[in-house]
């Protein structure tokens, strides 16, 4: 489970094993106690999923998500190979 980055204690991740076939880039988020979440990258930064995060901590999350896309997605592409 490779960690991007960590921020406020949450850590921004993936799973080694995304699915066969693999889906899109995106990047998981969690906080020991306060809920995970998942997030497509495109076409716009969005939840897929979530559950124990608050209204205020999502839109955090969705701002640090898009300030830090290209290295979420460079980092995915390193980790997985390839660049579609």
């Not at 991740?13 to 979440?37: I, L």
Request: aromatic share 16%.
């Amino acid at each position: 489970m490779p960690i991007v980055f960590t921020e406020r204690g949450f850590r921004f991740y993936f799973y080694s094993n995304e699915g066969d076939p693999r889906e899109p880039p995106h990047v998981h988020v969690a906080k020991r106690g306060a809920g995970d979440a998942k997030l497509w990258l495109y076409p716009e930064v969005r939840f897929a999923g979530r559950s124990g995060i608050d209204a205020r901590t999502q839109r955090w999350i969705i701002g640090v998500v898009e300030e830090r896309r290209a290295e979420i997605e460079k980092a995915w592409y390193e980790h997985f190979g390839g660049s579609d």
